[in-house]
């Protein structure tokens, strides 16, 4: 069976090496020049316990097995014990978050590399400009260095992020401009603890969403904010002037000249049935509550390999083990949005004692699938509700 690919990030990579593993003749694609940057990331993951309490365990297998593959010691920078949280001006206290830095260029590199040596045929400088359906095949246009070409196979993967160039094939749902996050990334040096990452959520800076640092062990640091797709796009201020003012107020010393940007989706898995395969960002599987997408791509592209091994439609396996959990995070993250884009809603928050918001958050960035949790937020719900309607009176 022989298999194109759109896109080699995490998502596509990782497909494809599952794929030349199980037998099947792959093309990869991807319209960057170089194998593999630029990077526009975090670079932040999970260490293979620090989720396994508040994953639903299927998740959390998927997830070490997914690690398991790419981690090598020479991808992974700086080990992070603590993550702490500021809220507004003043942080809530930190816990224990054990996870990595990595560099993800060459992880996804890594992952290409065996994948080629496996049999693979992997084609950079090579952007596919649009996909029909050709009878029993895919046919899709493709622009490489020497030119206009078509290329079709039995099977193709959409791994090209949000919104791929294959969703129309699948009649894959749009996402708002509220389930989507236009997020910066570039390096800076800073005084910060090189073993605790930091989350800053404060609607001056990163309405709709969070900044954040992520040490790099060495003084240097990956850092961004996140702003919903709604105010990056109608806010009064640029994402730009948003992420220069997260650096000033932060003391940051940018490294790179480039502030880098993306957009990600936030709104959970988008709706999708057919023969083509859309995974990672371009289905939606970034974690709408932390805005973890790298390991999320590489479950679904193996979701993918998975259905097409087993003779099973991919989405509804995709929906069966990821759909629940999903649409559990989507339903956090919206209970938080009133104070996500609201600073004097934040500083009402502050007035809870700090040991319950830092519980609640911390749950939240774990993506807990855990009874308490939603005991816990239930609880908490109609306050913070209230929260939003007293700055809505004033
Ligand atoms: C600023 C920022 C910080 C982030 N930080 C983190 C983090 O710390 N941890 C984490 O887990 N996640 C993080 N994420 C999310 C994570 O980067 C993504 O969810 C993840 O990379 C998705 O993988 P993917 O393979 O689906 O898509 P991508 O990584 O976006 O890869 C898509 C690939 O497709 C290629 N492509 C696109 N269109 C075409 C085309 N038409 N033809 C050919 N090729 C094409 C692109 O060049 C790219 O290589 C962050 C995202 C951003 C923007």
Redesign the pocket.
Known sequence: MDLMI????????FTALEAVRKGFSVTL????SAR?API??????PSKGLLADYLPSRISDLLAYTLDATLSSDVVINRIKRLNVILGDVSIGSFPFDSLVVD?GAMIRQVIDVAEEEGAKVLFS????GCIEDGPRIKCS?RGRDGESFITASKAVG???YP??LSGLVGASGLGPQDL?V???QRAAGKFDDEEAVIIMDPRLAPGGYA?V?PRGDGTH?T?I?VRGDAAWRGSASVLDLHKRFIDKFSLRPLQRAV?????PVGGLVKAGGSVYL????VG??IPTN???????MI??KLAVDSMTQGIDYYSLLYSVFGPFMKRMVDYRRLADPILYDHEAVKRLLKFPKPLLRTALRDAVMGSSKASTSFMLGILSPFINSLAAGQRRH
């Open positions: 759109v896109g080699a990030g995490p998502g596509g990579s694609m991807d319209k960057k593999y526009i990331c975090g670079e932040l993951l993800k090579t952007t596919v400009t493709v791994a090209d992020a791929s160039t996050i997020a910066t990334s954040w992520f990956n961004g996140g880098l940007s993306k957009t990600i995974v990672g960002d371009a599987s970034v805005g973890a997408g790298i390991n999320p791509a679904t592209g």
